[in-house]
């Protein structure tokens, strides 16, 4: 142990420093250790089950509506805002790119508050916070005694060849990473964000993503929480072959649910883990909590829920593949199904599962493909009768949202009659384009093709 604290005191002090809470200290302090041990957080497809079956919310009818109704008012929306889109090649954040109707992310969720008179909380990064809440500005909080976000914290990044902390003088920003939204638990708590929920008569929180509009409050839903008792209940989604690299639901010797991420899965385990008829669903990311039970599990735990580690591994400089190797230990928030007593999953519809991360989800988001309601909820299009909308654009060309907006500067085209679109090459959109069909557009030449407004492509 004495070795431990000495290889600790350099974190310790760098964290110190950064005015970090000494819970968030200690529970870095915790994952520090089990890095030091050996363990890498993979769960051996030996240790677990798959899921067969699950409740179903298209198979709940209205029954709960009613009650679900009645507990609006007891309700809070809490938005997952930490990401910068840096992936898109953007550096604010993502939730404040323009998707529907000229609208942002934000602006969509602000409004769906509005409409249903349940308020909403960001949990922020260092990062988003200044601009997210710049935007809010136009908008008030539906109850006043709430405020409008709460902050994610920030742990170092471990050098992969000395388990210290890593120094990259280039851009001391990069040497902290976000410790997974695993820590929204802790985060509410040193906040005091829970406990003035709870304060306020706040009793159950709907957590979910900022890009994902598909993912916004249920009624029904909401209404079969409360009824079931459930503590904890996680939103899962059918798996299908776009999702083989993703998590998984799965099930403990001893019945208890968990979360497999990709990162948790052995290599000699990997065919397993990409089975998605053997483990069938997957995490939307959705997850309803009882405010109360929360409160309770953290004072149980001694505010550290030790939830299932993941190392990720990666380059200090995610944009410099030749900058040093560092471990970042993160966790997820949905693996607290794994600690809650009485957590619980239900199937939903993929339709609840529509995020933003890359330029292709966003031409489809953008698209007629999806429309926003009266009541600012994202759906499918009723009037497109075809199945899921596949994109695949040129990474070389629409990876970046600047390029991307310039490939398509007079708005997107028409998908109702579209299935598939696949892009090679460099193309530019004209306005009121259709397609319909299968189309794959590939341009071979080394300059940039135009497609004339009011184009019909038909395949």
Not at 233 to 256: I, P, Y
Not at 372 to 395: A, C, H, Q, S, V
Request: net charge neutral; proline share 5%.
């Amino acid at each position: 142990m004495e070795n431990f604290d000495k290889m600790f005191q350099p974190f310790k002090e760098k964290m110190q420093k950064e005015n970090l809470p000494g819970l968030v200290i200690d529970t870095f302090r915790y994952y520090y250790s089990l890095l030091l041990k050996g363990e890498s957080g993979t769960i051996p497809e030996s240790t677990i089950s798959p899921v067969d079956s699950l409740p179903d919310l298209e198979n709940l009818g209205s029954d709960y509506f009613e009650t679900g109704k009645d507990n609006l008012n007891s309700t809070v929306i809490i938005k997952l805002n930490g990401g910068l889109g840096t992936s898109m090649g953007l550096n604010k954040a993502k939730s404040l790119l323009e998707v529907k109707n000229k609208l942002t992310f934000l602006d969509i969720i602000a409004k769906q508050s509005e409409v249903s008179n349940v308020p909403f909380i960001l949990m922020n990064s260092f990062n988003t916070k200044d601009d997210s809440l710049d935007l809010l500005k136009k908008y008030t909080q539906v109850d006043e005694k709430l405020p409008v976000d709460f902050l994610q914290h920030k742990i170092p990044k471990i050098d992969k060849k000395t388990l210290k902390p890593v120094e990259w003088n280039a851009n001391p920003k990069l040497e902290w990473c976000p410790p997974g939204h695993g820590e929204i638990y802790i985060a509410m708590h040193i906040s005091g964000i829970l406990e003035l929920l709870i304060a306020n008569n706040y009793q159950y929180a709907f957590i979910s993503n900022s890009d994902n509009l598909g993912s916004f409050l249920d009624v029904n839903l909401l209404g079969y929480f409360v009824q079931s008792g459930y503590s904890f209940l996680m939103e899962v989604a059918d798996r299908t072959e776009a999702d083989r690299k993703g998590g998984h639901l799965a099930r403990l010797k001893n019945g208890q649910l968990i979360l497999r991420e990709s990162a948790q899965c052995p290599d000699e385990d990997l065919p397993e883990f990409q089975n998605i008829n053997k483990h069938k669903y997957f995490n939307t990311n959705n997850i309803w909590i009882d405010l109360k039970a929360l409160q309770n599990v953290l004072k149980e735990k001694k505010y550290n829920l030790k939830l299932p580690m993941i190392r990720n591994e990666k380059n200090v400089d995610p944009r410099d593949h030749s900058s040093p190797k560092v471990y970042q230990l993160e966790t997820a928030m949905g693996s607290a199904i794994s600690v809650f007593k009485g957590a619980s999953a239900i199937r939903v519809p993929r339709t609840r599962f529509a995020p933003v991360k890359t330029t292709d989800d966003l031409l489809a988001v953008r698209s007629d493909a999806y429309i926003l309601t009266d009541e600012f909820k994202l759906i499918p299009n009723p009037g497109r009768k075809l199945g899921k909308l596949f994109i695949n654009l040129d990474k070389k060309y629409y990876k970046k949202v600047e390029d991307f907006e310039n490939r398509f500067p007079k708005g997107v085209p028409s998908f109702l009659e579209c299935e598939e679109l696949t892009v090679k090459g460099d193309v530019k959109f004209g306005g009121n384009i259709k397609l319909a069909g299968k189309i794959n557009l590939v341009n071979n030449t080394h300059g940039q093709i135009s497609i004339a407004d009011n184009e019909k492509i038909i395949r």
